[in-house]
């Protein structure tokens, strides 16, 4: 009988590790992405209108969290990584466009403990989502799109709001970034298959993978530089560059489609070489919008018409 018992518990703890293991282990990267973008179409859809194309693309350090690397790379170890969330503002010659309006401190702090918001730049955020002509997201999460019902302008800004259908849809995240159903309800979807022009040099292109509404967000600057905003489909440019993704286990519990994602990284490890003219930007790696920002390619501070702000 003892005999029997301890067969048993081998048995269930061996069965226990292989779990474990299989759950941290990352996604097998294909050798070719079935994902593909037609760049001629992208480009040829952003110059379409006779407009003037963005000047500048600025990113505001509005919110902060921290994990451990292994979550981030499946390779990783369990040394503290940092993960900044930025607010995004293309600035065109008649109209700014807000993309990712970041989560604010309470909101944050509610979800996740060691997570901060920067009150300050939530502010200046607001005032320029409030300026903007439109307001969209990478995708529907709540640290990137809690800054629209946390507005002390929602009223104002409603009517500029650009959500896609797969991301109105996704009731559970946004509950969790806490839209209210009459919010939801009173938004026009975007539709839109494959690219969608939100504003002259400005293209969505719709990926899926991470949530639903995933797009990654194209920026022809007139100066001729690309820049292509990738949001979450990497949470720092290694992801791309190795490429390699996050343990299995965080890709259930955040109910992404893995092998959407890793064919995703595997087509974005293939631009970087193919095209190292875009340049990549990853939604939450500090590394690398440090480097982008000290070279030039993207200012750290909003431009607002209005200094002095007043919140209700
Ligand atoms: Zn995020």
Known sequence: MRKHWLKMSAALLLAVTLFVIYAFQPLAIPKRARFQVDWNQVR??????????PTQLNALL????????????????????????????????????????????ATAVALFPTA???????????????????????????DHAAGIPRSPYLAEITDRIVMTREQLSNSRDLDMAGFPSELRQSLAPLEYDRYHLLAPGVVLIK????????????????????????????????????????????????????????DLLRFLNDLAQTQPTINQVVAHDGDQMAYYVATGL???????????????
């Open 298 to 312: 993207i200012g750290d501070r909003f431009q607002l018409k209005q200094t002095q702000v007043v919140p209700n």
């Open 207 to 262: 990926t899926g993978g991470h949530t639903p509404g995933s797009q990654m967000v194209f920026v022809q600057l007139a100066d001729g530089r690309e820049i292509l905003l990738v949001g979450d489909l990497a949470w720092h440019s290694d992801n791309i560059n190795l490429p390699l993704g996050h343990p299995r286990f965080i890709h259930w519990i955040g109910r992404e489609d893995g092998a959407r994602m890793a």
């Open 44 to 53: 040829r859809l952003a110059r379409a209108q006779d407009a003037l194309l």
């Open 62 to 105: 509005t919110a902060w969290n921290k994990t451990k690397e292994c979550l981030i790379l499946a390779d990783g170890g369990f040394d503290d990584h940092e993960l900044p969330t930025y607010a995004y503002q293309i600035v065109l010659p008649d109209r700014t466009i807000i993309i990712d309006p970041v989560v604010d401190h």
């Open 116 to 142: 901060k918001g920067f009150p300050e730049a939530f502010t200046q955020m607001q005032t320029a989502m409030r300026e903007a002509a439109v307001i969209a997201l990478t995708h529907e999460h709540f």
